[in-house]
Nanobody
Framework: QAHLVESGGGSVLAGGSLRLSCEASGYMYSRMAWFRQVPGKEREGVASIAPGGGLIEYAGSVEGRFTISRDNAKNTLYLLMDPLKVEDTAMYYC?????????????????WGQGTQVTVSS
């Protein structure tokens, strides 16, 4: 059973940057993704990456500002966010064990981390 632990969240000013990490244990070679959620809203897919590091998809709201990558030797997924906007404030989750469907759809993934909070202020 895969287990995911996110880190790297924090509070930054708009225009700043953060890099999130997601370390996987009991890892199965699968597509991985980052999602985010604010209270009262559905979980939103942010970026997804194939097992080999290609076939990447970004949500339109982050394309050109966020970069997803993975290091399979370290079983770690990353999300570089630069520059950040106030509207990027959310709890960020990583997910894996892709079961088919949309790459940025929450229902397509079976294993989730506990989340890391990102707060961007003006």
């Amino acid at each position: 059973q895969a287990h995911l632990v996110e880190s790297g969240g924090g509070s930054v000013l708009a225009g700043g940057s953060l890099r999130l990490s997601c370390e996987a244990s009991g890892y199965m070679y699968s597509r991985m993704a980052w999602f985010r959620q604010v209270p009262g809203k559905e979980r939103e897919g942010v970026a997804s990456i194939a097992p080999g590091g290609g076939l990447i998809e970004y949500a339109g709201s982050v394309e050109g500002r966020f970069t997803i990558s993975r290091d399979n030797a370290k079983n770690t997924l990353y999300l570089l966010m630069d520059p950040l906007k106030v509207e990027d404030t959310a709890m960020y989750y990583c997910a894996t064990v892709f079961t088919g469907g949309g790459w940025l759809a929450a229902v397509s993934y079976n294993v989730w981390g506990q989340g890391t909070q990102v707060t961007v202020s003006s």
